[in-house]
């Protein structure tokens, strides 16, 4: 299942992720999947431009290592700025879907003639 995400929403979902420590792309990925229930599945495509992105703002950090494959692989950590981004976001975010959840939960408009 193919779900769209509103801007910066996968930056937050990476930095969540990273909160367990150092991780490469595809544990992000994988982990982001997981615990999802397949729902979100984030491309390659997204997620590297992601990363990159988020190391330039200074929200993590990467480090080459070896992978539990025994492959080389950059890792990303979250840094004290990326932990203050994180929370931002989240309050951003829980604040969005209280006020969606309010307008699905509500009483139909009704017009006013």
């Known amino acids: 299942m193919r779900i769209d995400l509103l ?3 996968l930056d937050m979902l990476i930095l969540k ?3 367990g420590g150092p991780m490469h792309g595809y ?9 999802t229930d397949d729902a979100l599945q984030v491309e390659e495509g997204s997620l590297y431009p992601a990363l990159h992105r988020m190391t330039k703002r200074g929200w993590v950090k990467s480090d ?3 992978s539990e494959n025994n492959r ?3 890792f990303y950590t979250l840094t004290a700025e990326g932990r203050r981004q994180l929370k931002e976001e989240s309050s951003s975010w829980a604040r969005l879907t209280e006020a969606v959840a309010k307008v699905l939960h509500s009483r ?3 017009q006013v003639a």
Not at 27 to 35: C, I, N, Y
């Open 72 to 74: 080389r692989a950059r």
């Open 64 to 66: 080459w290592g070896v």
């Open 17 to 19: 992720a990273l909160t």
């Open 7 to 9: 801007q910066g929403t």
């Open 108 to 110: 139909p408009a009704t």
């Open 27 to 35: 544990a992000v990925t994988s982990w982001l999947q997981r615990t």
